[in-house]
């Protein structure tokens, strides 16, 4: 096993979620911003969604693992596609509280006890939703009830949803979903990392399992590696591993281009989905490096520009998600152009290679 050969303490690419192994990429540390705004505010629903592997598991697993337990009872689900009362007995059950025989009000009632309890030992209850995207609108409903619970005047029970980028577009789109919609007080979308995050991000994985400089990444390594994943974490941990494996395998102290290179095509081979999603030959990949650069560079200005505006109030949030919309829509625009250019550049390729494979029969 490649730890044994690099004499490391643990996996370092390992893709179960660890808070151990938290990083705080650009993307991530807006994230976090946004939900230490919420649990300040205590009160309502906080939206947090992401691609696929873009790290929302671990994001919470590193803010449940900083949460103070006497100040905070933090439970978490994994939702799927149930109805309300399933919803709400799974939520009752997070918090440690028997449903069993007994109908949907009787559920309600002794959460909202419950929370009632726990607010006079000087806790607030917080439930975190995985996988949001699954909920059914009667789920949804059935958690929005749980946010009217009030003790004195003060919210019970605070609510994140995380889900993929789905969810964000049902929630801003759907009628059905309006009294939700005006209760969430804060929402960001966990974009990729950027291009220049991803050899910090891989050095920090290393160092957490003792790594000393051995294996050695090669800049261009990581810059292959940044564009195959995009910058998705879970991804960069797929091909960062299957290099260090074979780094192992051959006794190699270096995780040059050429290593890289075999493991995203090996990568391809058993996944002939991502070989359509990506069919870019060698020799117009600089162009998709280019593309790569103008996003990282788009996103950064996003960025600033966002965090000029710190959350105060439904108002400003608006304007906020108005902005990244359409900065948004703009990224989009030039992926559809770049992805007509790259895909005419392939087309004159394969032309001229089967001109030249008919010469050469003819010759």
Same mark, same amino acid.
């Given at each position: 096993?490649? *730890?044994?050969?690099?004499k ?7 893709? *179960? ?6 990083? $705080?990429?650009? *993307? ?13 505010q205590g ?25 103070d ?10 939702? +799927?596609?149930?109805?309300?009362? &399933? ?11 028997? &449903?069993?025989?007994? #109908? ?16 006079r ?11 949001a995207?699954?909920l ?11 946010s ?10 605070? @609510? ?30 966990l974009?990729?990392?950027?291009? #220049? $995050?991803?050899?910090?991000?891989v ?14 990444? $090669? ?35 270096? @995780?040059?281009?050429?290593?890289v ?14 070989a ?22 788009? +996103? ?17 949030m608006?304007q ?19 992805? &007509? ?9 394969? $032309? #001229? ?11």
């Amino acid at each position: 096993m490649y *730890t044994s050969y690099f004499k490391l303490t643990g996996r370092p690419f390992q893709l *179960t979620p660890d808070p151990k192994f938290y990083f $705080e990429s650009a *993307t991530h540390r807006k994230a976090m911003s946004y939900l230490g705004y919420g649990l300040a505010q205590g009160e309502g629903f906080i939206v947090i969604t992401g691609d696929i592997g873009a790290g929302k598991t671990t994001l919470v697993a590193h803010l449940m693992a900083t949460i103070d337990p006497k100040r905070l009872c933090a439970v978490k689900i994994a939702a +799927s596609e149930m109805d309300g009362d &399933t919803a709400l007995r799974l939520a009752a059950h997070a918090f440690g509280i028997d &449903t069993d025989g007994i #109908d949907k009000a009787h559920v309600l009632s002794r959460i909202e006890a419950y929370m009632h309890h726990q607010a006079r030992a000087g806790r607030r209850s917080l439930l975190i939703v995985d996988e949001a995207q699954t909920l059914t609108y009667e789920a949804l409903e059935a958690l929005r009830i749980l946010s009217n619970f009030q003790l004195g005047g003060q919210p019970l029970i605070q @609510i994140f949803l995380l889900g993929q980028p789905e969810f964000r577009e049902a929630l801003t789109s759907s009628r059905e979903l309006e009294q939700l919609r005006q209760r969430v007080i804060a929402t960001h979308h966990l974009g990729p990392m950027l291009p #220049d $995050e991803v050899r910090p991000y891989v050095e920090h994985r290393l160092k957490i399992v003792g790594w000393s400089g051995n294996p050695q990444f $090669e800049p261009d390594a990581i810059a292959r590696l940044a564009e195959e994943s995009r910058g998705i974490p879970r991804v960069v941990n797929t091909l960062a591993q299957a290099a260090m494996e074979r780094a192992a395998e051959t006794q190699s102290g270096m @995780i040059d281009l050429a290593l890289v290179e075999a493991v995203c095509e090996a990568r391809r081979e058993t996944s002939p989905q991502l070989a359509l999603q990506n069919p870019v030959p060698a020799q117009i990949r600089s162009i998709s490096r280019d593309v790569h650069a103008l996003r990282a560079t788009l +996103s950064a200005a996003a960025a600033a520009n966002e965090d000029e505006m710190a959350p105060q109030g439904a108002d400003r949030m608006t304007q906020i998600e108005a902005r990244l919309a359409r900065i948004e829509t703009r990224l989009s625009e030039q992926d559809e152009m770049f992805a &007509t250019i790259l895909s005419k550049m392939i087309e004159w390729i394969e $032309e #001229d290679e089967s001109l030249e494979t008919a010469a050469n029969r003819a010759a």
